[in-house]
């Protein structure tokens, strides 16, 4: 016997994708997150609106490219709410930074050695001819 939740659905793991499925997630992303009192729309807060896993999510967007989406779209939403949130202090610094790595952000400096997108040898590799024309060209 399954039991049910105070919005009266009936509380069974989800596994077949259809309409009404595609549109909970919609309705999720659009405005539910924030119904649901949800700061932020997130994998765990859908697949927990959908009743099922989030292996089973992403196993739809595998094969339904109109759920992989809202799954593109929620992660978009869930970035934008983040950088406002963090820049105006809305949400803890902590948190958001870590969530924001999930983005592709982070705090650390890329240190790419390259001369016109080409790699740099380095000076003991050079002969002393090559020195002395890179030291010339330099005080051109």
């Known amino acids: 016997m399954a039991k049910t939740r105070k ?15 595609f549109n909970e997630a919609l309705w999720y992303v659009n405005e539910g997150y924030e119904t649901l009192n949800q700061v932020v729309p997130t994998g765990a807060g859908l697949a927990r609106h959908l009743i099922c896993s989030r292996q089973v999510l992403y196993n739809w967007a595998k094969v339904h490219p109109e759920f992989k989406e809202i799954l593109e779209i929620m992660n978009t939403e869930q970035e934008v709410k983040l950088i406002n949130g963090g820049l105006t202090n809305r949400y803890n610094y902590a948190i958001t930074k870590l969530m924001l790595v999930r983005h592709g952000y982070h705090d650390k400096v890329d240190n790419d050695v390259t001369s016109l997108g080409e790699s740099v040898k380095p000076v003991v590799e050079l002969t002393d001819a090559q ?9 051109k």
Not at 7 to 21: A, E, H, M, P, V
Request: charged share 20%; hydrophobic share 35%.
């Open 7 to 21: 919005d009266k659905r009936t509380c069974q793991f989800i596994t077949n994708y259809n309409d009404d499925t």
């Open 131 to 139: 020195l002395m024309a890179i030291a010339s060209s330099a005080t």
